[in-house]
């Protein structure tokens, strides 16, 4: 069990907070709260949790596992899509995710070109960890030139 920090927030009190994002994000968000605490992150003690709304309407989630080798390290976002694909869902509509250790910690490079492939078009990508004052942006703005032209 990783020991929480100062951003995580205890999900009772989020039921008092007032979201910047609508109702369902805001749920999603929570998820990726919640995913957040199943992180595997021994080495940096950044745990990250993300979930996913698939065009079949589920949502799917995941978060960060870490390796000792490091490179064999996957995001909390990638875990999520890949979790989707899995369950036979390949395109999403929208990707939200939370670093409870960070600051606004958005999608890294890889993360990016990965939303960018099951993206359906330019998705909402919604990051942070204050619900009040969440990131709102998209993909396409994060990634605006993509690799494979698709
Ligand atoms: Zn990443």
């Known amino acids: ?38 992180a595997y992150c021994p080495y940096s003690n950044f745990p990250v949790g993300a979930a996913v709304l698939g065009d079949d309407g589920n949502i799917y989630y995941g978060c960060n596992v870490e390796n000792a080798s490091y490179g064999l390290t996957i995001c909390a976002e990638r875990n999520a899509i890949f979790s989707a694909v899995a369950n036979g869902c390949k395109k999403i509509k929208k990707i939200v995710l939370v ?20 993206a359906d078009g330019d998705i909402p990508v919604i990051f942070g960890e204050n619900p009040e004052h969440l990131i709102v942006t998209t993909s396409k703005t994060l990634y605006s030139n993509d690799f494979a032209n698709h």
């Open 1 to 38: 069990m990783l020991e929480l920090t100062d951003y995580m927030l205890d999900l009772e009190e989020a039921k008092e907070i007032k979201p910047n994002v609508d109702e369902d994000t805001f749920e999603m968000w929570k998820l990726a709260v919640d995913v957040s605490q199943n």
């Open 99 to 118: 670093a409870t250790a960070g600051k606004n910690t958005g999608p890294c490079g890889a993360c990016r070109t990965v939303i960018d492939e099951f």
